[in-house]
């Protein structure tokens, strides 16, 4: 075990050092003894608040990286990071200095799909998540960090079905019933 959290630290310190040939020779040694092992090992936190994607969507990683990380369980983009952070708050904010992030929502996107070609539950909810400190949704980041156009684009569109989109229609909702009780 002491090993393990050992290398659980040299992962995260090569993700923070956006080392990612390091990173992926780290996910093939665990990957050796087990997939249950890497699923393990990207599971663990050294800090108690980041995960290996959180790191990932911070730090640029390369497409390979996610794709390992998401063949493991796909449900690692759940994971809340520090403040309550998802995924998509760490997409947004390093969209400005690692462009490949629209590539990376895509490949995401399409990798959470199912066979009916719709997204789990969950994913809409990521992106109405709201960070502890500053409530800001993943959206705000975006515009807060001036990310891409094609990113806040889609990350209004997802912004729009999540959460956000059902608290929007009930205040349209209790809007329109204020004004049909006036009349």
């Known amino acids: 075990e002491k090993m393990v959290k050992l290398n659980v630290g040299n ?11 390091v990173c992926k020779k780290l996910f093939a040694s665990q990957k050796e003894k087990s997939d249950k092992h890497l699923l393990e090992y990207l599971e663990l936190e050294e800090d108690s608040e980041n995960h290996a994607v959180h790191y990932a969507a911070q730090y640029g990683a390369t497409m390979t990286i996610w794709e ?24 947004a904010e390093a969209n400005t200095t690692y462009p490949d992030t629209v590539a990376i929502l895509d490949f995401i996107c399409t990798h959470l799909k ?3 070609n ?9 992106f109405a998540t709201k960070e502890n400190n500053t409530l800001m949704l993943p959206l ?3 515009a807060a960090c001036r990310a891409s156009l094609p990113l806040l684009k889609k ?10 989109g059902e608290i929007k229609q009930r205040e349209e909702t209790l809007l329109l019933e204020r004004d049909a009780s006036n009349l």
């Open 118 to 126: 719709s997204y789990p539950e969950y994913f809409y909810e990521l």
């Open 114 to 116: 199912d066979d009916e």
């Open 140 to 142: 705000h980041y975006a």
């Open 68 to 91: 390992t990380m998401l063949n493991a369980d796909p449900s690692l983009i759940k994971r809340k990071g520090k403040n309550g952070r998802t995924v998509f708050h760490y997409l």
């Open 155 to 164: 990350y209004v569109e997802f912004s729009q079905r999540g959460k956000s």
């Open 11 to 21: 992962l995260r310190l090569a993700m923070k050092a956006g080392l990612w040939t």
